[in-house]
């Protein structure tokens, strides 16, 4: 035992709301059939939690981790660390990049042997605990190297060494059990047009993302590859704009039915959408794989990636979440930072406590409304002329008949009222 | 002739510049073994222009135009006017909305006799004038019957009466010789996701679409079908929301092929881009057709539609048009309104007088810079490495391998610079 | 009695929840010594729910009611409507606009007239109900003649019909017992800097007000004059751009004693602030009064005046206004529109009976929270340095003596936690 | 002579157009009767070219400088490079943080002791030189002590340790021949109201922000105080949001006459406004002091710092500027980065020199429409009205009156065209 949570005790779920402590969330309690925890899935960042110093643009470090440092005793510590705090938590899942859990080396293979000790040095401390992989990825955007992207960077040496590296992770991955394999690229965007040849660089991302998906079945890796999309930051585009993007372009190259995504909520603000639209549009699309559970700051145009903490906008996810039937293989990702003042260790279990029961209530309000079926009925009622043999006809016609029996017909359609404002009454009877 | 514009005279290009006279666009000038006006084949908005009474959501009408009614009669002065000021500008293409044009009937076959007078009407004008039609498209926004959206609207009978409408627009279209047909989908999106059943109205419109196409083929239209992107604005959410998201769209719909899009300044900028990008996008995914240019204002959040005044930006976006090999079918339609304090006839003609030397500027300086060539060698020699074999061959290779090769050849990729300011200050030369 | 609302009955409370019953707000319950009722002050707008059409940029009228018209007769019809809402709702206040109760006549002396004439007869229908005025104001930007501004306008003449017209609109909100008169300068600002003389505008405005404020004393009007800021929209900027900015403006024309702010959501967000730091900060400058409790939609970037919905956000916003002390002669006013869609007369009833309840719940957990203390008690501590006689004498002392006990003293000052996740999960225990 | 720029040679004016040198930027040219260097007064801002690493919140260094490092060697080294760059670009002025010029020390003393050395050191190489201090300004925002703010922290030791800074770095502004001293609140905000006592830091603010001006005048320093205001970033909010925030800011502490403001176009953007807009704004209210001149990218969120490269953009900078009567004590400061992929030296000082000619072809356009005089013609002709005995009576007169003789007259008020589409024109016709 590391001294850094000092005497805190595991935390327990007690309604009535002892200091840290779960006030709503419950693993054991069953929704809809199905255990809270096993519906929820969390899993806790490493690389906020534990390798972020706590800078800015305007300022730097303000944590003063006792592991901080570039040594495989650090990364040990780190680790050590980390696990405590999955069991304060008793979280599932964690998630990492290769950069957060071992030193870079002086050289790939050098990295290489350090990814591979650290991963066996995880494995053994997951050994005979609950917590488990969720994803693994890969840093492929923090290096200089890497300033003009991984994938889709000018210099093949640098496609290469991306190429590499997730090779390396995606064999890390597999290692440890990892039900997910995420693709967040970073710099793959551009900074600006000028410099840029936008068509090869979107042809190399598409190749590299094959390749994944190749060795992936090579390999006999049985998770999922996920995208996760986000517009811009920090280029001034990426080419994973959003969901609709990336569902475009695995169109494009034949991988519609090999990848999904992972959405985060900070994500799809940045990118002009509710949390709630890429998650149901992700579903609609069938590419609906997981989520990164931060929120963004609505008066800053930057990725502030907090806490979530309000529950009405959570449910709302959760309810798209459960009717595109549930996480399988994916989970709820804490990909959320402390504020760089929240500096006691305290302030890190708390912030993900705090977070576990806004999901925890947010889930319980979302099953609610699903189970109470007022919406659906509603929404059902709405399109029901489609589901009259009529409405199916009329998609089977053509312009030409549809035009011909409007006249015939002298149909004047009306409008009817939306009812959104009793809508959202209804979801307010729940959250 | 019409007293509306006075004595105002044809506009003749002086580039010494007496008042309403082109100073840069000299239709004659040749670049890049083109005319200018074939290069920027310029259109006038019908709509903006002439039907567009002045109000915006905190005050009503502020214009007063003579034509401003619902008669047929008053629809043919209307049209006088517009060509008018076709002549006066010398603008070889206009372009509609089936609402622009006719007066609305009390039903659908009235408001289809309506069409095909005024289409006749509007042909009798063309005749032995320069000006032709670039698109014709359907109003399906206005009328409250689409407050819902058209082919995505819950009820049958407005996607029944919407498709009619559109083979009447496209049979107009065809017969005044358009050399396109656009669907700007004002309302094929949702005011909220808590009334909306997002994937099967996403299936409704893609129906929608191939029916289009479906007819287009039937009756030998010869030009492009095109969709414009928008994000938002009358919705909340709309599901053209840019170039991106409708590549995606024609991929699911196996409409890739028969689709362009017409990309609009201000629509790019409301969904988080540069108009450049969306060109340079469409360019690179081979569904570019035509463009809207007018722009918004970078510090409203609304689709303010004014007329282009950045000579830099306009060149920019030229830029990627000659790239793209210049317009086919498309064109440079003037989406712009006047702002609502600009009462007189004078302030219409100057306006698209100043948009069109604008464009003018732009184009010059776009051509000049493609001849110049520098950008383009310096954009190749960053990419250089992937057009020597090694860069063909790694395309062609898989994770292992790679893996294998970068620790066999210990490589160390070094990032070299993007020289951005350098670029930046090449354009400036030229514009 | 007219039957638009047909036989809709009275809202009760009920927190079992029928269906158009209120689940939470209960007007005679007490909430630290004050009833909820006298709290939240509740008013309707008569503009959003009796005078707008439903129009957006793209679209004309939805809303088909039968006073829609410009008699005598259609605004006694629509009065009376109101007052049915009134009762159903049972609201303490509405507020109006000149043109929302009267129609424009041919001149402004008809004009007053018909003010005059309707104001008696509203009065009549307040005799014996419980519905007073909570405010009156003037619309001075829906008419072409304020295209360019009211007060600011170039043209003196409109500066003296808007002068004129602030007199008459002071004149009936006193006569009718209104508790306050609001100017908002929906278009006291510009659509381009290159016409604008910033300084002289904003020199008129000044005098504008200060006359306003002078003859509010002249005629003993014993109500408090508001400002309602917001940044832009008509406008591409407005003078009154947020609270701060009103402040500054108030100092320069010795007005920060006389006028205080009605504060917006919507307008709040536009500017880039939270709802709940215009409260605070007003409060902190002392010149808060009342509250606009309507949103925007965070993915739109314009004003859409929704109905609220998010408890959380109201709860913070009613803790700043607990904070201030409360309302005095300010309240809740619903400047909420339906959406376009939501054409029912149940709609509109149910919409205001969504948004009493979303306030009742956040003033009670606003109420809470102040009354548990926790929040407060760990603001304090924060700045518990300051209160020390070392903190105190700080403040006094100048940057020469400082400096040189800084060094003298050899002070190393240290960060503490600013807990921010632990302060918003103390929030999320009361919402 | 380092070795840093080899064998680049002093730029020169040469509109021919060799690499690397001035197109446009002719010191010596007369423009209004002042030399165009005298006129722009540039700067170079010694922390984004020589202190700023390249990083961002998504990875470090890209920058390998030789004098990157702790030591006073290294910042002797860094002092020698930055006077090379200054030579070669011809530069009037320079600026800095202490944090730029010299390495943090282990106490306060110390600090100092390497300050006084390092501006030493700078006085040395300024002699003989033609680059002079436009300002210098105390870097309260970097160092965690700060995390929570300068002035406005919630612990009265930091406000000390920065009253004590800002002591130290007017001192030695003051000894360097500074021509301002600048004060940028770079935490002087919040990232939660839960944890802030708004009215308290504001006030902190004031009193320090008193203190720098009485000590101004205790040592008799005879620069101008600047503030520069910036909404937000890193900070949720900032205290000095934008001109009009600072100016009540001011009022309320009695400052108006003894601050101005230094406006920076990418923070005028960021708070909503155009960069015109805060510079006209700023003349009105008579505290307009100096620029930086950088510019965000529009399609961003945050703070890019991007060199300008703008023309039209910067001529309507300049044109408020030369409105405002021109530069005294102020400048054209770069506040501008290299983007970090601009790895060598060249692109710093190409950078540099492609922002002074975008500068100079906007100053020369300016100074041609200030001469030619339409604009201002025009705009003087939109106000005519009050400059009429009637105009100026009406502003002394009361709502009474005026009332009656809206009505005794029969005024109807007739809109005039705002001509913006040919003001804008006009302006093209320049830039
Ligand atoms: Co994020
Ligand atoms: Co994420
Ligand atoms: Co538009
Ligand atoms: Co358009
Ligand atoms: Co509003
Ligand atoms: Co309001
Ligand atoms: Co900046
Ligand atoms: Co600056």
Redesign the interface.
């Given at each position: 035992m590391t001294d850094f949570f000092q005497d805190l005790k595991p935390l327990r779920f007690d309604p009535d709301?002892a200091d840290l402590a779960f006030?709503h969330y419950d693993p054991d309690e069953t929704l809809m059939g199905k255990r809270m925890e096993d519906h929820l899935r969390f899993a806790v960042a490493y690389w906020h939690s534990f390798a972020w110093p706590?800078?800015?643009?305007?300022?730097?470090?303000?944590f003063q981790r006792p592991w901080f440092g570039d040594t495989m005793e650090l990364a040990r510590l780190k680790a050590d660390v980390a696990f405590e705090m999955f069991d304060l938590l008793g979280v599932p899942f964690f998630c990492w990049h290769d950069a957060d859990i071992r030193p870079e080396g002086d050289?790939?293979?050098e990295s290489?042997r350090n990814l591979e000790e650290m991963t066996d040095y995880l494995m053994d401390k997951m050994e005979g605990r609950k917590t488990k992989l969720l994803w693994g990825t890969a840093n492929l955007?923090?290096?200089?190297?890497?300033?003009?992207g991984a994938a889709t960077n000018?210099?093949?040496?640098?496609?290469?060494?991306s190429?590499?590296t997730?090779?390396?992770c995606?064999d890390a991955t597999r290692k440890m059990g990892g039900q997910n394999y995420v693709l967040w690229g970073?710099?793959e965007g551009y900074?600006?047009?000028?410099?840029?040849?936008?068509?090869?660089e979107?042809?190399?991302a598409g190749?590299f993302l094959q390749?994944?998906v190749?060795?992936k079945h090579?390999i006999g890796f049985e998770g999922a590859i996920l995208i996760e999309p986000k517009?811009?930051?920090?280029t001034?585009?990426q080419y994973d704009?959003?969901v609709?993007?990336v569902?475009?372009?695995l169109?494009?190259f034949g991988l519609e039915n090999e990848v999904k995504v992972n959405v985060e909520q900070g994500h799809a603000?940045?990118?002009?959408?509710?949390f709630?639209?890429e998650l149901?549009?992700a579903?609609?699309?069938d590419i609906f794989g997981s989520i990164d559970m931060n929120r963004n700051?609505?008066?800053?145009?930057?990725?502030t990636d907090q806490?979530p903490?309000?529950?009405?906008?959570v449910a709302?996810a959760y309810y798209e979440v459960l009717k595109a039937g549930g996480f399988t293989t994916g989970g709820t990702n804490f990909d959320a930072r402390?504020?760089?003042?929240?500096?006691?260790p305290?302030?890190l279990v708390?912030?993900h406590?705090?977070a576990m029961?806004?999901c925890a209530r947010g889930l319980k309000a979302a099953a609610a409304m699903l189970e109470d079926g007022t919406?659906e009925t509603?929404?059902a009622e709405?399109?029901a002329?489609?589901d009259?043999p009529?409405?199916k006809a009329?998609?089977e016609?053509?312009?030409?008949s549809?035009?011909a029996?409007?006249?015939a017909d002298?149909?004047?359609?009306?409008?009817?009222?939306?009812?959104?404002?009793?809508?959202?009454?209804i979801?307010?009877?729940f959250?």
């Amino acid at each position: 035992m590391t001294d850094f949570f000092q005497d805190l005790k595991p935390l327990r779920f007690d309604p009535d709301g002892a200091d840290l402590a779960f006030r709503h969330y419950d693993p054991d309690e069953t929704l809809m059939g199905k255990r809270m925890e096993d519906h929820l899935r969390f899993a806790v960042a490493y690389w906020h939690s534990f390798a972020w110093p706590g800078g800015d643009p305007f300022g730097g470090q303000t944590f003063q981790r006792p592991w901080f440092g570039d040594t495989m005793e650090l990364a040990r510590l780190k680790a050590d660390v980390a696990f405590e705090m999955f069991d304060l938590l008793g979280v599932p899942f964690f998630c990492w990049h290769d950069a957060d859990i071992r030193p870079e080396g002086d050289s790939f293979a050098e990295s290489r042997r350090n990814l591979e000790e650290m991963t066996d040095y995880l494995m053994d401390k997951m050994e005979g605990r609950k917590t488990k992989l969720l994803w693994g990825t890969a840093n492929l955007f923090s290096h200089r190297r890497f300033m003009a992207g991984a994938a889709t960077n000018p210099d093949p040496e640098i496609f290469a060494w991306s190429a590499a590296t997730v090779k390396l992770c995606m064999d890390a991955t597999r290692k440890m059990g990892g039900q997910n394999y995420v693709l967040w690229g970073g710099r793959e965007g551009y900074e600006t047009l000028l410099n840029t040849d936008l068509k090869r660089e979107r042809t190399q991302a598409g190749r590299f993302l094959q390749m994944a998906v190749e060795y992936k079945h090579k390999i006999g890796f049985e998770g999922a590859i996920l995208i996760e999309p986000k517009p811009q930051e920090p280029t001034k585009h990426q080419y994973d704009y959003d969901v609709a993007t990336v569902y475009g372009f695995l169109k494009d190259f034949g991988l519609e039915n090999e990848v999904k995504v992972n959405v985060e909520q900070g994500h799809a603000i940045l990118a002009g959408h509710s949390f709630e639209h890429e998650l149901a549009l992700a579903a609609a699309l069938d590419i609906f794989g997981s989520i990164d559970m931060n929120r963004n700051d609505y008066q800053s145009g930057w990725d502030t990636d907090q806490f979530p903490n309000n529950v009405p906008e959570v449910a709302l996810a959760y309810y798209e979440v459960l009717k595109a039937g549930g996480f399988t293989t994916g989970g709820t990702n804490f990909d959320a930072r402390l504020r760089r003042q929240s500096l006691d260790p305290v302030d890190l279990v708390a912030a993900h406590a705090g977070a576990m029961d806004v999901c925890a209530r947010g889930l319980k309000a979302a099953a609610a409304m699903l189970e109470d079926g007022t919406l659906e009925t509603m929404r059902a009622e709405r399109y029901a002329g489609w589901d009259a043999p009529e409405g199916k006809a009329l998609l089977e016609s053509d312009l030409e008949s549809i035009a011909a029996s409007v006249e015939a017909d002298g149909i004047d359609p009306q409008p009817r009222s939306g009812r959104q404002e009793i809508l959202e009454s209804i979801v307010n009877r729940f959250v």
